[in-house]
């Protein structure tokens, strides 16, 4: 069962896809991210890459992030991201784009910048370096970003743009998260 841990929508259980497509991010992962980023997450602007049930966005927009934005290549996965945007009553700070991540992060390039970037492709893709080194290559990092990368791999994907500064280990299941490089916050 998945549901939002606290905010505005704490206690929401939300839909998920049957079967095996896709493979929400457990409750404890859920809590250490959001632990580690608790003091980031007011007034912030997030993208959900892989977004799956949308659980990561709309715990974000629980928290108090401003707007988020949901993106996956699933149809069925978009309409179950809307069905839990509905239920937690966080609808309308959120937007779904239902495209793969290359595309939708060509299509936001140059319109608005995050702060906060949830990276949790499938796996078995081994997708998240690429999706990190484009997200950085497209210019839609606000000055304090952070990014966040879920996979089962322990790798760094570090670039000349972000900067890992933290890393934790659940099971099978490698979390690391990223900052923008930038004058305030060089290491």
């Known amino acids: 069962m998945m549901r939002i841990i606290t905010g505005k929508a704490k206690g929401t259980r939300l839909f998920t896809l049957p079967g095996d497509a896709t493979r929400p991010t457990s409750e404890k992962v859920k ?11 007011e007034g912030r ?15 974000a927009l629980s928290r108090g992030a401003t707007s988020a934005v949901s993106v996956d290549s699933s149809r069925d996965a978009a309409a179950i991201i809307k069905k ?24 936001l390039a140059g319109k608005t910048k995050f702060d906060i ?3 949790d492709p499938p796996y078995a893709a081994k997708l998240a370096g690429d999706a990190l080194k484009r997200v950085c290559d497209a ?14 791999e322990d790798k760094n994907f570090e670039n000349e743009t972000v900067a890992l500064y ?22």
């Open 31 to 41: 809590e250490a991210v959001f632990s580690a980023i608790q003091f980031d997450i």
């Open 45 to 59: 602007r997030v993208l959900d890459l892989f977004s799956g049930s949308g659980q990561m966005a709309l715990e």
């Open 84 to 107: 839990n945007a509905e239920k937690t009553k966080l609808s309308e700070s959120l937007r779904i784009i239902t495209s793969d991540y290359k595309s939708a992060i060509s299509q």
């Open 117 to 119: 970037i949830f990276i």
């Open 139 to 152: 210019g839609i990092l606000s000055d304090n970003a952070v990014i966040i990368t879920e996979s089962d």
């Open 166 to 187: 933290r890393s934790y280990r659940y099971g099978k299941t490698f979390v690391s998260l990223y900052k923008k490089i930038n004058e305030e916050n060089l290491m």
